[in-house]
């Protein structure tokens, strides 16, 4: 995974192990970034790192 690729939400999804609902409400949230392209949703793999890192420091 690069720095500068860009995920669509299934990705994430996949990615995360997580559903729709759950993947666009953390982008809602403002916890995981996220850019529009058009209409697509794009989301950078970077983000999707740094969110997992969080969630691990904050179960610590």
Known sequence: MHDDELLTVPEVMARLRLGRSTVYDLIRSHRLPSITIG??????????????????????
């Open 39 to 60: 209409r697509c949703r794009r989301i950078p793999a970077r983000a999707v790192r740094e969110y997992i890192s969080r969630e691990l420091e904050a179960a610590a």
